[in-house]
């Protein structure tokens, strides 16, 4: 990539979107192409085939996606599988037929399998059955890696599939139930500081574990990629340590000054027991994490109040 070559970040409004375009920006690159939903809706394949025809990208972003937390996931299975499977079809596909130089696709660590080894390496990728609470949202993803490597071997693509883990921070738009569980707990805590409520909730028993990594040190990864690397591998991006959703609630609960008590509901589920990410491969190539988990929710929270917190 240099930095008049026309780079197109789909899903640019998005949490992981946002941060990569902000941060090609800074970095110089000076060709950007952005389009909102509503301007190029990616579920049709006419437009995106037109929008390829037209703009012509040499450098594709694939961040693009239906996503959301635990309860998304159950409720709207549908909605996940068709939504992710067609975005994937139609941006891969016409990347191919356009010539685009070089795809970045970006997964995510519920693509492994359940009962995974921990870490997880990039080898043990359809090892075994997909956690059932997001499953149709996994198999949508791996669709979408498994398209990557089957154009790069059939018609010679530069299509690099990346594996992330729990992304957060600034640029989330989602706080809700069915939102991802830092930004629901963000919300949580801020809701019961201004209702001065006794007591905040969790789904689970907090004791799953998470390889959290936050929004700018994964598009920086990304970016170091599309600089520097050209291989067919798939590439895991996290911190690679695990991180319960206690500790991030106990983190949440000093950040916000939030003085109530904290009730784990144990009924409720929490998905996979752990999921952290073997990053030893892009630690090779010369890539390491810089922001601590504290300091990313510090910003994340700082960043929920003075956009969100009326
Ligand atoms: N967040 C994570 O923890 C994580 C971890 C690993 C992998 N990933 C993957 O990374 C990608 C981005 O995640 P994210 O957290 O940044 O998601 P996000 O904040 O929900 O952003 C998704 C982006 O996709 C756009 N989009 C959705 N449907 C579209 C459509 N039909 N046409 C055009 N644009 C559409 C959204 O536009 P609107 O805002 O207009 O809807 C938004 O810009 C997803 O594929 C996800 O699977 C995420």
């Given amino acids: 990539m240099d930095k008049n070559s026309a780079i197109y970040i789909a899903g640019h409004t998005g949490l992981i979107g946002s941060s990569i375009t902000k941060i ?20 049709y394949q006419k437009e995106v085939e037109y929008f390829f025809k037209k703009e012509k990208p040499e450098y594709v972003f694939v961040c693009a996606g239906k996503t959301g937390g635990i309860k998304a996931n159950i409720e709207r299975k549908g909605e996940f599988i068709y939504e992710n499977a067609q975005i994937n079809l139609n941006l891969i596909h016409f990347s191919y037929i356009y010539k685009v130089k070089k795809l970045l696709y970006i997964g995510c660590s519920c693509m492994y399998p359940v009962n995974c080894p921990q870490p997880m390496k990039e080898e043990y990728l359809l090892t075994g059955k997909i956690e059932p609470t997001n499953e149709s949202y996994a198999i949508a993803k791996i669709s979408g890696l498994k398209m990557c490597q089957s154009y790069n071997y059939q018609y010679k693509t530069n299509f690099l599939t990346v594996i992330g883990g729990n992304v957060f921070g600034e640029g989330e738009k989602q706080f809700d139930e069915g939102a991802h569980v830092i930004p629901s707990l963000i919300k949580k805590f801020h809701q019961a500081i201004k209702r001065n409520l006794d007591k905040v909730e969790i789904w689970g028993k907090g004791t799953a574990k998470r390889d959290f990594i936050y929004v700018d040190d994964f598009s920086n990864a990304c ?40 009730i784990y509901n144990e009924n409720m589920p929490e998905g996979a027991p752990i999921r952290i990410l073997d990053i030893e491969k892009i630690k090779n190539l010369g890539w390491k994490p810089k922001i601590t988990i504290y300091e990313g929710l510090k910003k994340t929270y700082l960043w929920y109040i003075k956009n969100y917190g009326e």
């Fill in 223 to 262: 970016i170091f990629l599309m600089e520097n690397y050209d291989g067919d591998e798939v590439i895991n991006i996290g911190r690679g340590e695990g991180v319960s959703i206690r500790e991030i609630v106990e983190n949440l609960k000093e950040i916000s000054g939030y003085q109530g008590k904290i």
């Fill in 24 to 43: 090609l920006k800074e970095k110089g690159y000076k060709n950007l192409i952005l389009k909102t939903k509503e301007e190029l809706n990616l579920l």
